[in-house]
């Protein structure tokens, strides 16, 4: 699915769906919708879902060990070409969880990584900087670790300034190189612009809302405008003749 670059549109509604023209695939955000199985089995729409469930403590709305078991589910439904799993879950890094410990988390991780593997759906193994931008050494290691334990290694992290998005951008030049698969952006208005750009760098995956109103992280784009910016920057970077250093 993520041999080429993927414009994912982002909902909690799947029958909002029809509306994402511009959109290769659906990423189904199950934490935020009501009744997301239901959805899930009423769904005929032609384009490939991306299953999302994001646990709260990685910022999204899904609470206790139990949004695996929608996620099980969901990975066998036709429609669902990949699944969305926390990096920490499946290596057993997570924050304090409350009454779930790290060890019963990641064993329910990994077992849903097995399931979907079984099934023929991909996995993105995720990590979310809320804070910071790390330095560029640092965001190579994590993508190349989240690229091992998924099929896809997403990383999105909070820039401050320009700096940041810079680094992003050579993270994701240097994690492609080395063989990854990756899906980076920086969120925040500093690195917004990363979401156009990184897919020249290599990134395979873009997120952008069906409903531009209701973002599901901080800086998307409007799926229309991320659709228009991604293209032409990559046919603008395909019709770039290479230069020939001077001898």
Known sequence: MFEEFVLAASTDTLATAARADAADAVEFRMDLASDPLDQLAAYEGSLPLIVTNRAAWEGGKAEGIDRYDALTE?????????????????????????????????????????????????????????????????????????????????????????????????????????????????????????????????????????????ATAPGQYPLDTLRRLVDDLRDADDTVDPVEPER
């Open 74 to 214: 969901a990975v066998d439904h036709p429609s669902v070409v990949a699944v969305d799993i926390e990096l920490a879950a499946i290596t057993g890094t997570l924050p304090d969880v409350g009454s779930t410990d790290a060890s019963t988390e990641q064993s329910h991780a990994e077992e849903l990584r097995s399931r979907a593997r079984e099934a023929g759906v991909e996995v993105i193994a995720s990590v979310h900087d809320f804070t910071a931008t790390p330095p560029v050494d640092e965001l190579v290691d994590r993508l190349a670790t989240a690229a091992t334990a998924g099929d896809v290694g997403k990383l999105a992290t909070t820039a401050t300034d320009r700096g940041d998005a810079l680094a992003m951008l050579r993270a994701t030049d240097r994690a492609t190189a080395a063989g990854h698969r990756v899906a980076t952006m920086c969120m925040g208005e500093p690195g917004r612009h990363t979401r156009a750009v990184t897919p020249v760098y290599g990134s395979v995956i873009g997120y952008a809302p069906v409903v531009a109103a209701e």
